[in-house]
């Protein structure tokens, strides 16, 4: 796996540095100090891991993740317990707690080996720049914020200059664009439904015929949401047989 250890502490990249020499199927490809030069070595590298500092100067952790498109695994590294119980609120991989314990750095890089391998059996075949079911991505809304797997979420609603995401009983909104989120996602597995909505294929239950030629949709959970009439043709052909 390989791995960006991104801490704003010289001795706390040093030491995780050191730690990891023990575990060689984590491969350190790129260290940083702080979340701008982070998000250029993730550009470049696309790394499988981040060992994340929360509190950075300028931008925290959270921060950094929420300006990614599609979020690597994630151990959160911290000082603090409250980061911590956080970690888990946003269903992070894991955390470290500082300083760290080796015995406790083991246990999570075997559950990371165990995950990683389960996720590449379960890759298809779709173009790298394309966002998938199996990609995970951070959603902050606030000061709230969650990873998601793309396949949890049922929906995606134009509101303005934002975009509401549906899944489990939550609707954030992020600041992207419909037309810029539709470019990324992979078009087998999400279909724009209209200007308004993109739609994950996968939560389709029930097609009927709508006003003016166009279809309603309703999705595992009762959600229901309108094709348009320009869009009815392309999304019976996609979903027939």
């Known amino acids: 796996m390989k791995a960006i250890i991104i801490d704003d502490e010289r001795l706390a990249r040093k030491e995780l540095n050191s730690l990891l020499q023990e575990h060689s199927e984590i491969e350190i490809v790129g260290e940083a100090a702080h979340a701008d030069d982070a998000l250029e070595l993730i550009d470049q590298l696309q790394p499988d891991l981040i060992f994340l500092d929360i509190q950075m100067p300028e931008k925290t952790g959270f921060d950094l993740l929420a300006e990614l498109d599609r979020a690597p695994l994630v151990v959160f590294t911290t000082a603090y ?8 609120e946003v269903n992070a991989f894991d955390y470290l707690l500082k300083p760290i314990e080796p015995d406790r750095l083991s246990r999570v890089i075997q559950k990371l080996l165990d995950k990683f391998r389960k996720d590449q059996q379960q890759e298809s075949q779709v173009p790298t720049n394309k966002l998938s079911l199996s990609d995970q991505v951070f959603v902050k809304d606030g000061e709230k914020c969650w990873f998601v797997k793309l396949e949890k979420v049922r929906y995606f609603e134009s509101d303005g200059n934002y975009i509401k995401v549906f899944f489990d009983t939550v609707r954030p909104m992020i600041h992207k664009s419909l037309n810029a989120l539709d470019e990324k996602l992979d078009e087998k597995s999400f279909f724009r439904a209209s200007r308004k909505h993109i739609i994950n294929l996968s939560w389709v239950e029930k097609i009927e015929p709508w006003f003016n030629g166009g279809l ?3 999705l595992r ?9 320009r869009q009815a043709a392309k999304f019976k052909e996609k979903m027939s047989l």
């Open 216 to 218: 309603m949709v309703e």
């Open 81 to 88: 317990d409250q980061y911590a119980i956080k970690a888990f």
């Open 221 to 229: 959970g009762g959600d229901k949401v309108e094709v348009s009439r």
